[in-house]
Nanobody, 121 residues
Framework: QVQLVESGGGLAQPGGSLSLSCDAS????????MSWARQAPGKGLEWVSG????????MYTHSVRGRFTISRDNAKNTVYLQMDNLKPEDTALYFC??????????????RGPGTQVTVSA
């Protein structure tokens, strides 16, 4: 049974930082690319960042490039999202997602329940 559990969300001030983690279980983690996505209130799901199976490739949506960093530790079955220089528009429920084999980073097979990130002064 695939399980993805996010943690690390919370309240941050504009310009601040948060670090998200996603613990994966129930599948061979190193065989899958992983992504982070988010959903702001009243909006659809937005892909944020993706990382290849071995971590050699990372990609970001334009609005977070240079501020967010995705990484993974295959020994710990964990994917991370370091978020720096946060902006109010980053406020959303953040999900980690398992990417469908052969698909693009925004083609998700499974996702976790999410962790809330709120950026406000």
């Amino acid at each position: 049974q695939v399980q993805l559990v996010e943690s690390g969300g919370g309240l941050a001030q504009p310009g601040g930082s948060l670090s998200l983690s996603c613990d994966a279980s129930g599948f061979t983690f190193s065989n899958y690319a992983m992504s982070w996505a988010r959903q702001a209130p009243g909006k659809g799901l937005e892909w944020v960042s993706g990382i290849s199976k071995d971590g050699s490739e990372t990609m970001y949506t334009h609005s977070v490039r240079g501020r967010f960093t995705i990484s993974r530790d295959n020994a710990k079955n964990t994917v991370y999202l370091q978020m720096d220089n946060l902006k109010p528009e980053d406020t959303a429920l953040y999900f980690c997602a398992r990417v469908r084999p052969g698909g693009f980073y925004y083609n998700y097979e499974d996702r976790g329940p999410g962790t809330q990130v709120t950026v406000s002064a």
